[in-house]
């Protein structure tokens, strides 16, 4: 049984159908990078699989439970997935340290120094332990997305869902953040990443889904999907990117 099963996942917003029928599986230890023309739907279907938004028809189940159904736990399952977003979303008035031992103090109620050290734990997984006392407003985007991912790892999560982690950053600070999501990969955790960034793609995907007008055009490997697709749509998206 993979972690994740989406099965016909279908959502519409009025008479706009923005996902249409979507099939996949995340397994444990996974990493699968979502890609696709903008627009086609791929922040909706992270959306749908948290239930930010409700899906209108289909099955979503996470670690075998039906996310779908009324019963759902909508809390638990948020506590479960670990959400990074393009702009980093940090408290300006927080330190880094306290940014990060928020959730754990509030939602899963640690004591204090247990949260520290957890956040400590995460900070330094991500080269930031030294920035524990600083604010956001003197980090560079590449260090406060280093410091969101912290924050969401620091929840234990059983997956981290990436929408477009390095679309806010200059090329350099991209590559940072790359090197670190790939380190992360490399750990086996599991990852759902939205991405237009072909270097992310490359480097931290077991496989790659082409959503296409809110349909999976094609599930493959990086190396055979990125490079003389025969799809003529998959390669000239490609093409135009690379
Ligand atoms: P992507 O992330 O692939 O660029 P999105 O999932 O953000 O695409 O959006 C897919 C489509 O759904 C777009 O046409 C967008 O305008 C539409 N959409 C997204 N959210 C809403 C909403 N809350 N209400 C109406 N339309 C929406
Ligand atoms: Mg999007």
Do not use: W
């Amino acid at each position: 049984m993979a972690l994740l099963e989406v099965r016909n996942l279908v959502k519409t917003f009025g008479t706009k159908t923005v996902l249409d029928g979507v099939t996949f599986d995340l397994e444990e230890g996974q990493t699968k990078v979502i890609m696709g023309p903008s627009g086609c739907g791929k922040s909706t279907l992270l959306r749908c699989l948290n239930r930010l938004e409700e899906p209108t028809s289909g099955s979503v189940r996470f670690d075998g439970k039906e996310m779908t159904a009324p019963t759902a736990d909508v809390r638990a399952l948020r506590q479960l997935i670990g959400f990074v977003f393009q702009n980093f979303a940090l408290y300006r008035h927080l330190t880094v340290l306290d940014n990060v031992t928020l959730a754990l103090r509030q939602l899963k109620k640690m004591p204090a120094a247990l949260a520290e050290e957890r956040a400590l734990h995460e900070l330094a997984r991500m080269d930031m332990a030294e920035k524990r006392d600083a604010y956001p407003a003197s980090l560079s985007g590449g260090q406060s997305q280093r410091v969101a991912i912290a924050r969401a790892l620091a929840m234990e999560p059983r997956v981290l869902f990436f929408d477009e982690p390095t679309s806010a950053l200059d090329p350099v600070m991209a590559r940072e953040v790359v090197t670190l999501i790939n380190r992360l990969y490399l750990e086996n955790v599991t990852i759902l990443c939205v991405t237009h960034d072909l270097y992310l793609a490359q480097y931290i995907s077991d496989s790659i889904i082409f959503l296409d007008q809110g349909k999976v055009r094609a599930e493959d490997k990086a190396e055979n999907l990125l490079s003389g697709h025969a799809d003529p749509v998959i390669a000239s998206f490609f093409g135009r990117k690379s």
